[in-house]
């Protein structure tokens, strides 16, 4: 069980890695940032391959050691919302994946479409409250529908190509087996 514990951290911390260096892909255009999403990518893996806690840990760290490491995200609103967006990835991906009773690639697929939507309410809420509170402006239903899906739509599509390609070729190489498909009384 400890060997587990050690290889999961070790994994998450990978994965906060890949989440604090990928963004510099994007280089010094926000918008196609925003438009790729690349932290989104190592989050939702993480809690596939991870767990739900971890997953949720690594989502909330993300933007805001981005943030104070590198000064991107803007703190307020951006890398508050995007820490609760991410958590919530991270957490119902790992949760979601591992408690469906679909076998093979639906599970997948289901866990993560479920997983994106469920995070994107999350930053609609967060940043509702947000912009309410603290920047006393509206964040409207238009901006909503804007900032999740109309300008994310690229990152959208590379989520659902890429995290279901990665998981399911690593299930195929029995690299990683599931905790849903592992024999009773093996540790998880």
């Given at each position: 069980m400890r060997k587990n514990n050690v290889y999961r951290l070790s994994l998450s911390a990978l994965f906060l890695a890949l989440a604090l260096v990928l963004p510099f892909l994007t280089g010094q255009l926000p918008q196609l940032g925003s438009a790729l999403l690349p932290m989104?990518?190592?989050?939702?893996?993480?809690?596939?391959?991870?767990?739900?806690?971890?997953?949720?840990?690594?989502?909330?760290?993300?933007?805001?050691?981005?943030?104070?490491?590198?000064?991107?995200?803007?703190?307020?609103?951006?890398?508050?919302?995007?820490a609760f967006e991410l958590a919530a990835y991270g957490a119902f991906s790992g949760l979601l994946y591992s408690r469906l009773k679909v076998k093979g690639s639906a599970r997948?697929?289901?866990?993560?479409?479920?997983?994106?939507?469920l995070g994107r309410a999350v930053w609609g809420v967060v940043s509702f409250a947000l912009y309410s509170l603290f920047l006393s402006k509206v964040f409207t239903a238009a901006m909503f529908v804007a900032g999740a899906f109309v300008t994310a739509w690229p990152g959208i599509l590379a989520q659902l190509v890429?995290?279901?390609?990665?998981?399911?070729?690593?299930?195929k190489a029995k690299l990683f087996t599931s905790a849903a498909e592992k024999a009773p009384g093996k540790a998880a």
């Open positions: 989104h990518l190592p989050v939702l893996l993480c809690g596939f391959l991870c767990g739900w806690p971890w997953g949720l840990a690594v989502g909330f760290i993300s933007p805001l050691l981005r943030t104070l490491l590198f000064g991107m995200p803007p703190v307020m609103p951006t890398a508050v919302a995007m997948t697929y289901i866990a993560l479409a479920v997983a994106m939507l890429l995290v279901p390609a990665i998981i399911l070729a690593l299930e």
